[in-house]
């Protein structure tokens, strides 16, 4: 088979090797890819958003399958465009994307099916908002209503912030033209629970923590995810199961009713708080960097899992034993500006699995090209000793501009 997989991160690297150990898979392209996937794929340079262009190159290339990867392809009707000239392709339609999209639409959703989430308000007037925020109690979490990469979500501790988040969001319109979610705080771990959907058909995956914080500690500002873990220890077998049931199955089905139908990867930011688990929020695809720690675990043929998706069917999964942790190396100064083109070395010393998430080649040498450069991701018969491999192979990747997390899986050793 040829198969396509749409983006450029490691999410997508994940995604690209995942099926590179599919005896099914003949040929690999990746628009556009990166310079870790084009050591796997043939990397094409049309941009993930470019949705007649990705048609037109499908077609012509006689390409059997599509995956996507990125919230942006879907939330521009990738699929939706695809399924029209008659294409096989893995993830949700623009109408069910907006599970992601519209954090609005989530929140109606989970009120309407009853679905355990916190308590909230929309806004697209700033003084309303405020007022609302000032008869409230604080800490508050204000959510962008649209897509932000990641960013689009403050925990106000203060007034002040709340209100530089507000006038960011509705005023200067930081994010694009939108509304804003404000939502109770909530207290607990977090985890993410991602599941292969075909309409009411929902099979889970092994669950993972992000870790959003920029530094040790859950300090600094939110990132897109500086590290991440399989096998947690506070999730339970009963936690599983109720997650299942009322909150992933339950999604499911609601989109059926609503008659937008989700095929895909239906992720789940969902916190274990003292009043019982609770959704954070939606994705519409696989996670990042929850995917890279996850994927590696696969043991069953993705490209299997993945047409079986596509076609509307139930696929058959089979998971490997054992934890995966996964430590990011970022640009210094991310989330915020950073500068690239450092030139990495060392990286054919690692023995971990390194997903690329922002390099390229210059000059025949590997250069940070991203805020969120690769991430090392081990595999281990026990948490700590995956978390041990992880940090012995970082120390063998040399790069000027780069720093780390060094706490990614602490939580689970409390």
């Known amino acids: 088979m040829k198969i396509l997989v749409i983006g450029s991160g490691g999410r997508e690297h994940a995604i690209v090797e995942a099926v590179s150990r599919s005896p099914k898979a003949k040929k690999i392209y990746a628009a556009p890819g990166n310079a870790g996937i084009a050591q796997l794929a043939e990397c094409v340079a049309i941009k993930d958003t470019d949705v007649e262009a990705l048609v037109a190159f499908a077609k012509r290339e006689a390409v059997d399958l599509t995956v996507v990867g990125p919230e942006a392809a879907l939330a521009v009707g990738v699929v939706d465009r695809f399924r029209e000239e008659g294409l096989k392709i893995f993830g949700p339609t623009k109408a069910a994307t907006e599970i992601e999209s519209s954090k609005d639409f989530a929140k109606r959703l989970m009120k309407k099916y009853d679905v355990p989430t916190a308590d ?4 697209t007037d700033y003084e309303e908002a405020m007022a609302y925020v000032r008869r409230g109690s604080l800490p508050t979490v204000l959510k962008y209503d649209g897509l932000a990469a990641g960013k689009g979500v403050v ?3 203060t007034m002040d912030e709340a209100e ?4 960011d969001m509705l005023l200067d319109t930081k994010y694009g033209e939108g509304r804003v979610v404000i939502e109770e705080f909530l207290t607990g771990e977090e985890f993410s629970l991602m599941c292969f959907v075909a309409g009411s058909k929902v099979v889970p995956m092994p669950v993972a923590q992000d870790h959003k914080r920029a530094y040790d500690n859950d300090e600094g500002p939110n990132t897109g995810g500086m590290g991440a873990y399989t096998e947690l220890p506070f999730v339970t077998d009963e936690d599983h199961a ?6 992933m199955q339950r999604v499911a089905d609601a989109m059926v009713a609503e008659g937008c139908p989700f095929t895909g990867v239906l992720y789940g930011g969902l916190m274990k708080t003292p009043q019982g688990i609770k959704v954070i929020e939606f994705n519409a695809r696989f996670g990042d960097p929850e995917t890279e720690v996850v994927l590696p675990r696969l043991k069953s043929d993705a490209v299997d899992a993945f047409m079986a998706v596509a076609n509307n069917e139930k696929p058959t999964v089979e998971w490997s034993e054992g934890a995966t942790l996964g430590i990011v190396l970022a640009s210094k100064g991310y989330p915020g500006s950073y500068d690239k083109g450092f030139v990495i070395n060392g990286t054919e010393r690692v023995e ?11 000059d025949g040498e590997l250069v940070t090209a991203g805020g969120r450069v690769m991430i090392v991701v081990a595999t281990a018969p026990t948490l700590e000793q995956a978390q041990a491999k992880a940090r012995e192979d970082i120390a063998k990747i040399e790069c000027d501009n780069l720093f780390h997390r060094t706490d990614i899986g602490a939580k689970a050793f409390r």
């Open 120 to 123: 909230y308000a929309t806004f």
């Open 164 to 167: 530089a988040a507000l006038r």
């Open 352 to 362: 971990s699995k390194i997903y690329h998430m922002g390099t390229a080649m210059k």
């Open 242 to 247: 109720y997650a299942m049931e009322n909150i």
């Open 155 to 157: 925990i106000a501790t």
